[in-house]
């Protein structure tokens, strides 16, 4: 992808989240967001096809804030539970500007008649699990690795469900719930390594 189609999908992806948030989520239209950024509907769909691409180019944007974590200086030197909580941390600040929208973005994906999405939703966050994974530089292999996943998966969903609902400052609950899940998950591997 070039930059320009890059940042014209950016541009986009604004529109529509800034729509969102004054009209809610539920009421954009794909023909109010290229007006808002004076384009044709057919020039929206070469970046969007659909409006839940929006949701996935909104998450696409979480998992580029994760990734450009390893850029942070002396941070192969942090211990594995200080990165992932790092990286935990960088995906949902990303998402923190429209964290209302990005819980009905969700409740849009769990509507009954939306298994299609919710398929999709699995691998999105599989996805995002083996980034944090990469990210934290976690050397488990074999079923150690199996069994890591499935506990960080655990870890990034229930955080994750927190902050959805967290009305505290910098959401410092769902990051203290972080802490506590990983500190847990750390003590058990420790008695099971022993």
Known sequence: MTAGLDSARQTILDAALALGEQQGWDAVQLHEVAQRVG?????????????????????????????????????????PRQRLRAAIAAWLAALAPHRRITSV???????????????????????TVQWIRDVALLPEVSWRREVGEAVLTSIYLATFARWLADDSPGAEKALALLDWL????ERAALRIGS
């Open 182 to 185: 990983l500190g847990a998950a």
């Open 105 to 127: 973005m969700l409740r849009y994906k769990f509507q009954p008649e939306h298994v299609h999405l919710q398929v999709m939703g699995v691998m999105r966050i599989s996805r």
């Open 39 to 79: 384009m044709t509907l057919a020039e929206i769909r070469r970046h969007f096809e659909h409006k839940d691409a929006f949701t996935e180019a909104w998450f696409d944007r979480a998992d580029a804030a994760l990734l450009a974590m390893p850029q942070t200086p002396g941070w192969a030197e942090l211990t």
